[in-house]
């Protein structure tokens, strides 16, 4: 008969309600990141949001860092499930890049307080030698994967070479992420309105009409 028994140091699968308890502590540290910032948010306040103790806290996490890490990377995977099928689904780099920018604003404003948390996380968490725990990684993932998605369209012919692409999937990528603070502090703000403008306003400057400086030059150069 095979023992059932684990291999030494082989952790077991949570339980149903391990994880449900998990969930509710990465939720009351986003909404406690969210509302006091980085820095008021203690082990002590977010088990107090959570409706436990800070033990209860180490025994699933650890640590309050590695409850941190867990909140983040949470907020990237569901970023990536809820804006990947919407891009794919469309099959040109016009709609793609509507796709993305409108997707992108779309789940932030559906997962503002986690954003908002993930947002003062990065810009505050610190290791012990005073560095950033979170630096620019994610951020230049994410203007990486707009200009790959520029360059092979712009391969493909439908986006004109005039641009940079690397500038513009800075601009698009700073233009997305000035969002969070808006909705931070104006909660009535139309993101579904901002969002369709800011895609047209960048499917314009990316649209092959020779309205982009370098195009107008090479014509009157002709």
Same mark, same amino acid.
Do not use: C, W
């Given at each position: 008969?095979?023992?059932?028994?684990? $291999?030494?140091?082989?952790? /077991?699968?949570?339980?149903? &309600?391990?994880?449900?308890?998990? %969930?509710?502590?990465?939720?009351?540290?986003?909404?406690?990141? /969210?509302?006091?910032?980085?820095?008021?948010?203690?082990?002590?306040?977010?088990?107090?949001?959570?409706? &436990?103790?800070?033990?209860?806290?180490?025994?699933? +996490?650890?640590?309050?860092?590695?409850?941190?890490?867990?909140?983040?990377? !949470?907020?990237?995977?569901?970023?990536?499930?809820?804006?990947?099928? #919407?891009? !794919?689904?469309?099959?040109?780099? #016009?709609?793609?890049?509507?796709?993305?920018?409108?997707?992108?604003?779309? +789940?932030?404003? =559906?997962?503002?307080?986690?954003?908002?948390? &993930?947002?003062?996380?990065?810009?505050?968490?610190?290791? %012990?030698?005073?560095?950033?725990?979170?630096?620019?990684?994610?951020?230049?993932?994410? *203007?990486?994967? *707009?200009?790959?998605?520029?360059?092979? +369209?712009?391969?493909?012919? !439908?986006? $004109?070479?005039?641009?940079?692409?690397?500038?513009?999937?800075?601009?698009?990528?700073?233009?997305?992420?000035?969002?969070?603070?808006?909705?931070?502090?104006?909660?009535?703000?139309? %993101?579904?309105?901002?969002?369709? =403008?800011?895609?047209?306003?960048?499917?314009?400057?990316?649209?092959?009409?020779?309205?982009? $400086?370098? /195009?107008?030059?090479?014509?009157? =150069? !002709?």
């Amino acid at each position: 008969m095979r023992s059932k028994t684990r $291999p030494t140091g082989q952790r /077991a699968a949570p339980t149903f &309600t391990e994880t449900a308890r998990r %969930a509710q502590i990465v939720a009351a540290a986003i909404h406690t990141i /969210a509302d006091l910032g980085y820095g008021q948010a203690s082990l002590a306040r977010i088990a107090e949001a959570a409706g &436990t103790s800070k033990g209860v806290i180490i025994y699933h +996490f650890g640590s309050r860092d590695e409850l941190i890490k867990e909140l983040v990377a !949470e907020l990237i995977a569901k970023a990536d499930a809820y804006m990947r099928p #919407r891009i !794919e689904a469309e099959q040109t780099g #016009r709609g793609m890049l509507r796709a993305y920018i409108e997707s992108n604003l779309a +789940f932030i404003a =559906e997962n503002r307080s986690h954003v908002g948390a &993930t947002v003062e996380i990065a810009l505050n968490a610190r290791a %012990a030698d005073g560095s950033r725990l979170y630096g620019s990684a994610y951020h230049d993932m994410s *203007v990486a994967s *707009v200009q790959k998605l520029l360059v092979h +369209f712009q391969g493909t012919g !439908e986006f $004109p070479s005039s641009f940079d692409p690397l500038v513009m999937a800075l601009a698009i990528r700073a233009a997305i992420d000035s969002v969070a603070p808006l909705l931070a502090r104006d909660p009535g703000l139309d %993101a579904g309105h901002y969002a369709r =403008e800011l895609a047209d306003l960048f499917l314009r400057a990316t649209s092959p009409t020779g309205s982009h $400086p370098a /195009a107008r030059r090479q014509s009157l =150069e !002709e």
